[in-house]
């Protein structure tokens, strides 16, 4: 005996695996995507990310801005080429602070010193937009802190259960003053 229904007739079709194995699972590409986001994540924070983000941008503007066309351009000859120079110098800081964190305050300077030069070399500091970005970049290079290590259960103001060994022990105040 068969369950099949006769051939032209349309029943309902059982299949014999369950519906969560019938389509291709998409898990591990998921799992896979999550696991490499969190691993940037954790990368990103070991580093002034946004800072380096912020000063390649910059460097990028005043560094294609004496490229534009001549119509939309302030500076032509050995300004342009001084502009792109110092476009080139700022992408490096960028590249120094975001692959060498402990070199952030020397690139962060430099930067921001970059950044303001760009003003008279690149047409007004890539219209502006390039040294503000510059600037912010450098600055928040500069004033970036590595993250400080997980703190410990009891915090600062934890008192152990007796005094150490060769601790001094405070007297005891009693009423206004002390003993």
Known sequence: MTTDPPPGQAGPT???????????????????AHRARRAFRSWRRTRPFWAALWTGTGGFVVFFLPMAPLGKILQVGVGG???????????????????LPSQRHTAGVIAVIA?????????????????????????????????????????????????????????????????
């Open 81 to 99: 080429i001084a502009g792109m120079a110092g476009g080139v110098v700022i992408m490096a800081m960028a590249l120094l602070v975001l692959l």
């Open 115 to 179: 950044g303001v030069a760009s003003f008279p070399l690149s047409n007004l500091g890539g219209l502006f937009v390039g040294m503000v970005l510059s600037v912010l970049g450098g600055s928040m290079a500069f004033a970036w802190l590595p993250e400080k290590p997980a703190r410990r259960h009891g915090g600062l103001l934890r008192r152990s259960r007796g005094p150490a060994a060769g601790t001094p022990v405070p007297p005891a105040s009693v009423g206004s003053g002390s003993v």
């Open 14 to 32: 059982v299949s014999a695996e369950p519906a969560e194995l019938a389509e291709p699972s998409r898990e591990p590409d998921r799992g896979r």
